[in-house]
């Protein structure tokens, strides 16, 4: 038995060192980078080199002051155009798959570089602590003609991407400005958050062969979220293809961005609705007014905001009054339209579902945003038995009230 005891104790002993330590591990600060990318790849001699750097950190606790610095030699070398320090100042958060640091620099491959790998050193410290902790990665020099790429001229359809889009189309073009050729050229265009690909397969372009300084265009299509903002937004896009004269056909990657521009609009969605007379409920036979709100989602202000239902001819209803003026609405603000239906006397009783189209005008350009309420036509009948039982309690309780004071009075005259 007490073996047994003993096992327990250090069992719960362990729980209590390993919780300690576990939060310690997360509070230690740690740095840790990658080359993602260099450009071109090989690297060719009397041209420069761009390289890409991401740098991660885990640990819950902040670092502060952090110094890089790359370290290259001959045949690499940095002139004018750029330096080898970067700095951060506060990094606060453990870095993610989307959330990291990158860090760019560009250096010159010389004219006489022979072919072959050339190691270069990423240093960094932090926290004001005066050591560096050094990260070393390859570079391949190559004089061998290699395709390069870039992007061309971005064109939209239609010519203004705004929120709220669907089935957008972008006019991707690739121009090849290396002196190589290139095999089976594919994009694969990752879309930031707010886009989605209109179809499957919609946001991967097949380009075929594209031969050095020449250029080819695909398409992708897309749809834009309705509360997105105004800015530009940035696509990850993979390039894959084979080098025409690599013989061992090896398959190739070249990360690249691509920004899309896009404009807010505004963007006007029913937020609620009431029925204004005394019941709140919509009977057959009924003329009755209906409150509508309608509150701008969007990030542009929005003139002229007016509703109108749309009848449909299988409703028991007639449109008294069918649209209302709302106003300006501001980004965020709410408003408020009242419409006015008569109720067909034989109208099933069921709930039924009206479009409604809240039409707004924005920096000369006209928007329509398409929407729905819900109208539950009720028994009156029923409604009235709903009523009524809660009145003859309150009779039966007044009966009973007055029965027990006229009582109470006969019992003292008989006293007396």
Excluded: C
Aim: glycine share 4%; proline share 4%; charged share 30%.
């Amino acid at each position: 038995m007490n073996k047994k005891y003993m096992l327990i104790v250090l069992v719960l002993l362990t729980m209590i060192l390993i919780k300690p330590i576990y939060a310690n591990d997360l509070d230690v600060v740690k740095l840790s980078a990658n080359l993602q990318n260099q450009d071109p790849d090989p690297a060719v001699p009397g041209e420069y080199l761009e390289l890409r750097f991401n740098v991660y950190k885990t640990g819950n606790n902040s670092a502060e002051n952090i110094q890089f610095y790359l370290d290259v030699e001959h045949p690499l070398s940095f002139d004018l155009s750029d330096t080898p320090d970067r700095n951060i100042s506060l990094w606060k958060g453990q870095s993610g798959d989307d959330w990291y640091y990158t860090l760019y620099y560009k250096v010159l491959v010389d004219s006489l570089a022979l072919e072959g790998d050339y190691e270069i050193s990423l240093r960094y410290k932090y926290n004001d602590i005066d050591v560096w902790n050094i990260e070393k990665f390859n570079i391949r020099v190559d004089n061998k003609e290699v395709p390069n790429f870039v992007f061309g001229n971005l064109l939209t359809t239609p010519r203004k991407l705004l929120s709220g889009q669907e089935e957008a189309k972008i006019d991707i073009d690739l121009l090849n400005i290396g002196k190589g050729d290139a095999e089976n050229v594919i994009l694969e265009v990752n879309l930031p958050e707010g886009f989605n690909p209109t179809y499957a397969y919609s946001d991967r372009i097949n380009l075929g062969n594209i031969d050095a300084s020449q250029n080819k265009t695909g398409s992708i299509y897309l749809d834009i979220d309705d509360e997105i903002k105004s800015g530009i937004y940035q696509a990850k896009v993979k390039v894959k293809y084979i080098e025409e004269s690599d013989s061992k056909k090896e398959l190739k990657e070249k990360e690249m961005i691509l920004e899309i521009p896009v404009k807010a609009k505004p963007y006007l969605k029913v937020t609620s609705q009431e029925v204004l007379n005394e019941t709140k409920t919509i009977f057959p036979g009924q003329t009755i007014d209906i409150k509508i709100n309608v509150k701008n989602f969007g990030d542009k202000d929005a003139e002229s905001v007016s509703l109108r239902v749309l009848k449909d001819s299988s409703h028991p209803f007639d449109l008294v009054e069918k649209s209302d003026f709302i106003g300006n609405l501001e980004s965020l603000q709410e408003g408020e339209a009242v419409i006015s239906i008569e109720v067909d006397p034989n109208a099933n009783l069921k709930e039924y579902k009206l479009n409604v189209e809240i039409r707004s005008i924005s920096e000369n350009t006209v928007f329509i945003d398409d929407d729905s309420i819900i109208l539950k036509v009720v028994s009156e009948d029923k409604n009235k038995n709903n009523l009524l039982i809660p009145i003859l309690v309150v009779l039966f309780l007044l009966a009973g009230l007055i029965y027990y004071i006229s009582i109470k009075k006969k019992n003292k005259k008989g006293k007396k």
